[in-house]
């Protein structure tokens, strides 16, 4: 039985949301992009077989707490300058559930020099281009749009979702795109062949050359919980990479 993301949406938005609040279960730095500060935020509408925080993402009414924007980005910029990071973003679970919340931080820190990196699966964008429209207002904002999969039935088959779904994330992208947000692919290819991965550089050529030059591929890593929820789903990768065997490339 798949589900709706966009009615999940409003189910999951009723336990990690509270008004201008959002929940969050970790800060930290890491050398992602380079070294970069990150939030980890609770819930999400979409339900990956290989998420490595589904742990926080199925228990979302016991783990985490509320935060405002301000505690947020004070929190981020904190790693940030202690570090001496530029970049900061917002991880975990699906950013994009609290537009409010999302559009207050991205409001302060647009009042900094750092870079705002927003990791996203692009349903909520894709469903609503004034999404779109609100986050061209930060030209310090970068947005990364992970695609779960290279067609509709891998899709679902790796989230459980309604195949439909699939293209709201490519329409994402073209929504991204049209307001002048800068915006890149980034593509789970652990689970698919050659041939659907070429259709999908096909799709994305299509509505704009920048996207298909731009791919980001993106691999499971086996954390012990991650191949817990591999077996359990019986779905195994052609391609996956251990946590202490990431490619450089891969960072």
């Known amino acids: 039985m798949t589900y709706d993301p ?98 207050k931080l991205l409001e302060l820190v647009s009042q900094t020099p750092f870079i705002f990196i927003l990791e996203t699966n692009g349903i909520l964008i894709g469903w609503d281009k004034s999404y779109a429209r609100d986050l061209a207002k930060f030209p310090n904002l970068h947005v990364r749009v992970s695609i779960k999969g290279t067609n509709p039935k891998e899709f679902s088959r790796l989230t459980g979702a309604n195949p439909d779904a699939f293209y709201l994330q490519l329409k994402a992208l073209e929504n991204l795109l049209d307001e002048g947000v800068s915006v890149h692919p980034a593509v789970m290819l652990s689970f698919s062949d050659e041939k659907s991965y070429k259709n999908l550089i096909s799709m994305l ?17 086996l954390y012990p919980h991650v191949v817990k929820k591999l077996r359990e789903a019986k779905i195994w990768p052609r391609i996956a990479y251990t946590p202490n065997n990431i490619p450089e490339e891969l960072i």
């Open 6 to 103: 966009i009615e999940l949406t409003k189910a999951v938005n009723k336990v990690v949301s509270r008004g201008i609040q959002r929940k969050y279960f970790r800060f930290r730095g890491g050398r992602w992009y380079g070294g970069i500060a990150t939030a980890d935020c609770v819930g999400c509408n979409l339900r990956c077989v290989f998420c490595w925080g589904w742990y926080a993402r199925d228990r979302a009414n016991s783990i985490g707490k509320f935060y405002n924007p301000n505690e947020v980005y004070n929190r981020l910029i904190s790693i940030a300058k202690r570090r001496r990071y530029r970049q900061v973003r917002l991880s975990g679970g699906e950013p994009t559930l609290n537009r409010e919340h999302l559009v």
């Open 205 to 221: 050529r299509e509505i704009d050359r920048s996207l298909a030059e731009d791919v980001e591929e993106e691999y499971v890593f």
